[in-house]
């Protein structure tokens, strides 16, 4: 029998036993929720931006709006038109909370379910896409880097 001895493996358990707590405190990190209201706002403008980034592309506007748009010179992509909904996509953070915030007739475009009523497709513009996931992942690992780091040179690892 041979008996292996794994260096700083009881650190390293108790480093895993720890992360989910850690991670969790990091979700509510006032620079850490400010970041990741960043990255969610830009990738909402890019939703607008690209008509439908993210989801399915937005249906196109009607004929009747085109024509309208037309004559009124305000462009022909679908939420578009002043730029007021683009420009009032925000954040806000309470305490530990972040809350997605805009006008509120964004919410007549949000919503997909229940449109019996609405007169115009869905345009869901706030969402959380795989490169959202990515860059939201590397603002919480950056965190956690420098103790990682600080754990490996301990245990003489680095």
Do not use: C
Not at 109 to 130: I, L, S, Y
């Amino acid at each position: 029998m041979i008996k292996v001895t794994i260096i700083g493996l009881d650190d390293a358990r108790q480093y895993v036993t720890d992360l989910p707590g850690k991670i969790q405190g990091l979700a509510k990190d006032q620079q850490v929720l400010k970041e990741i209201g960043t990255q969610l706002r830009g990738s909402a403008i890019r939703t607008i931006n690209m008509s439908g980034y993210g989801y399915s592309p937005y249906k196109p506007l009607a004929q009747s709006t085109l024509r309208k748009r037309a004559a009124e010179k305000t462009g022909s992509k679908p939420l578009i038109r002043h730029g007021t909904l683009r420009n009032s996509l925000d954040y806000e953070l309470d305490g530990g909370d972040l809350y997605l915030v805009s006008v509120d007739y964004l919410k007549y475009h949000q919503w997909t379910e229940d449109r019996t009523k609405a007169r115009f497709p869905a345009r869901p513009v706030w969402g959380v896409f795989d490169d959202d996931i990515d860059e939201i992942s590397d603002i919480v690992l950056s965190r956690l880097e420098p103790e990682i780091i600080t754990n490996k040179l301990r245990q003489g690892l680095i």
